[in-house]
């Protein structure tokens, strides 16, 4: 009996470790190539199955434009500063999708979800709710602009239309900047890993509420 099993199972602890990537292009300058400690490994292509997307370019502008164009719409959006977010689908049931055109209210800092039915031309419905989406390439430029006015980076970004950002939220029920508009920017070049500088901005005041270089940042080889 105590010849038949060994402990632990022969092979237990022996794992390959596949390397999925991901490549990086260009590669980062200030942070080894990870896939020299990596086995190659053999790849071979799938068949996939190509899908078309529930809302198209098009459907997704003209949903945008019969949205924006709405009474029901305009009604809710009178006298306050807004932007379109994007267009995304939404479906009543398995069979029926719709565009939802996303706009959000920077007065009150709420999201207006418009359902638009694109065959009569008629909104579906629209809804307030209150997250935060995410957020839209003009945002982001704009965000980059306050950047830029503001001047506290000129000294340690070149070029602050290369930043990239996302959206982040106060969650203190106290902060007078709760539930507003804050955008996470990081600034650097496209080839180094770590950001060299960041920007906190305000959309709902349209205000850089802290600017400056990223603490960890150093400079690696080049």
Do not use: C, K, W
């Amino acid at each position: 009996m105590s010849g038949e099993f060994t402990i632990p199972p022969p092979g237990l602890f022996t794992v390959e470790i596949i390397n999925l990537g991901p490549v990086l292009d260009p590669p980062f300058s200030d942070t080894p190539d990870y896939r020299a400690y990596l086995p190659s490994v053999t790849t071979s292509p799938v068949a996939v199955q190509e899908s078309s997307p529930a809302v198209d370019e098009e459907a997704a502008r003209r949903a945008a434009e019969l949205a924006l164009a709405s009474e029901d719409v305009n009604g809710h959006l009178a006298g306050r500063r807004h932007q379109l977010i994007g267009v995304g689908s939404a479906a009543d049931n398995r069979e029926v999708e719709y565009p939802l055109v996303v706009v959000y209210d920077y007065t009150e800092n709420v999201v207006l979800e418009v359902g638009v039915d694109l065959q009569t031309g008629r909104v579906r419905g629209v809804a307030r709710r209150h997250y935060q989406p995410v957020l839209s390439a003009e945002e982001e430029r704009q965000a980059v602009e306050l950047v830029r006015e503001d001047g506290r980076l000129a000294d340690h970004v070149g070029d602050p239309a290369a930043g990239a950002g996302l959206i982040v939220e106060d969650v203190n029920i106290r902060s007078p900047r709760y539930r507003h508009r804050l955008v996470d920017l990081r600034f650097g070049p496209r080839t180094r890993r770590l950001p060299a500088a960041y920007a906190i901005v305000d959309l709902t005041d349209r205000d850089v509420v802290s600017a400056g270089p990223v603490p960890q940042f150093q400079e690696g080889p080049s």
